[in-house]
């Protein structure tokens, strides 16, 4: 059986530096739950090429919004990266995933803990009200390897009762932390720059470089969290991007 797509129109392709880009789409109407993903999709030599996407926007916003990272030798970013204005992307009409609040049992403080483009979904998580209404703290984490990388600032700074904590690790960067997550765990100083304790009254959602998931999970774990399971309930909410 041949799949169904939806038609989206791009109507804009903004560029933060040369490799990273976000996609603004007009057209598909799609029901999902902040920090999901949809896979999209464009017709390359013949063939309908297609990669799972956190959605950006809320689910509230029907512009689609799609953050993304040129990987060179990839057949789908590059391509993503030089879409223009009225480009059709093709969107799949079955949004998915569980790295959504709904998901979560209560808890003090949410940590929404990312590398590279896993900020995606949180900063769809952000942009509904449900974060600010069930948690008393709000951190974002994002670690990069360049300062030029750290994107959407304007926009996280205006938030009023987030914590935001950077990592930049190929440069030295004032404001941010050096060096990786899953140290800045294991030796306090995540917790140091939050000012808030990372326990049991914590829940995490982690997101991107699957190195980085592994590693901080482990950290975690190592401090007496554990991985939340529907039947098992825990801290730890996982999403791998690869
Ligand atoms: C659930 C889910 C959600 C995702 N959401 C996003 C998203 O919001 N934004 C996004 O850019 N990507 C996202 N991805 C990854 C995305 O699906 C593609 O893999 C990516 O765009 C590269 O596509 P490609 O066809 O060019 O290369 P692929 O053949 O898909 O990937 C080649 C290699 O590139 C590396 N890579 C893939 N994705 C990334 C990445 N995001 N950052 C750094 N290195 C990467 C990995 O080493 C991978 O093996 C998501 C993946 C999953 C599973
Ligand atoms: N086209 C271009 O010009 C261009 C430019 C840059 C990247 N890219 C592509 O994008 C890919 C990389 O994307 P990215 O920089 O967003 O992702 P990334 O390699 O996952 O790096 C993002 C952040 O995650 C950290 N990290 C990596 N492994 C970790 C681990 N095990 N534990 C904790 N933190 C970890 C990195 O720290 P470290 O720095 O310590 O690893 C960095 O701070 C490359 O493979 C390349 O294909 C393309």
Not at 64 to 74: A, N, Q, R, T, W
Not at 77 to 83: E, F
Not at 120 to 139: D, H, Q
Request: aromatic share 8%; glycine share 8%.
């Amino acid at each position: 059986m041949s799949e169904t797509w939806l038609e989206g129109k791009v109507i804009e392709n903004r560029h933060w530096t040369e490799a990273l880009f976000s996609l603004r789409v007009e057209g598909p109407r799609l029901a999902f739950e902040a920090g999901q993903f949809v896979r999209i999709a464009l017709d390359i030599e013949g063939e309908r090429v297609a990669r799972p996407f956190s959605f950006v926007n809320a689910p509230a916003d029907p512009t689609l919004e799609f953050y993304g990272i040129v990987v060179p030798e990839g057949p789908l970013s590059p391509r993503l990266a030089r879409l223009g204005v009225g480009d059709t992307l093709f969107v799949a009409p079955n949004p998915a995933g569980f790295l959504v609040l709904s998901e979560l049992p209560e808890a003090e403080s949410l940590w929404l803990i990312s590398t590279g483009t896993g900020i995606a979904p949180f900063l769809s998580i952000l942009r509904t009200e449900a974060p600010w209404k069930r948690y008393r703290n709000v951190v974002l984490v994002h670690a990069v390897r360049q300062a030029r990388e750290l994107v959407y600032q304007e926009e996280i700074r205006q938030m009023k009762n987030l914590k935001y904590i950077t990592f930049v690790s190929r440069e030295a960067a004032g404001g941010s932390l050096a060096g990786r997550i899953p140290a800045a765990v294991a030796d306090g100083r995540l917790e140091a720059a939050a000012g808030l304790p990372l326990g049991q009254a914590s829940q995490v959602m982690l997101c991107g470089n699957p190195d980085m998931l592994k590693d901080t999970s482990a950290a975690l774990i190592a401090r007496g969290l554990r991985k939340h399971r529907r039947r098992s309930p825990g801290q730890i909410t996982v999403e791998s991007f690869w």
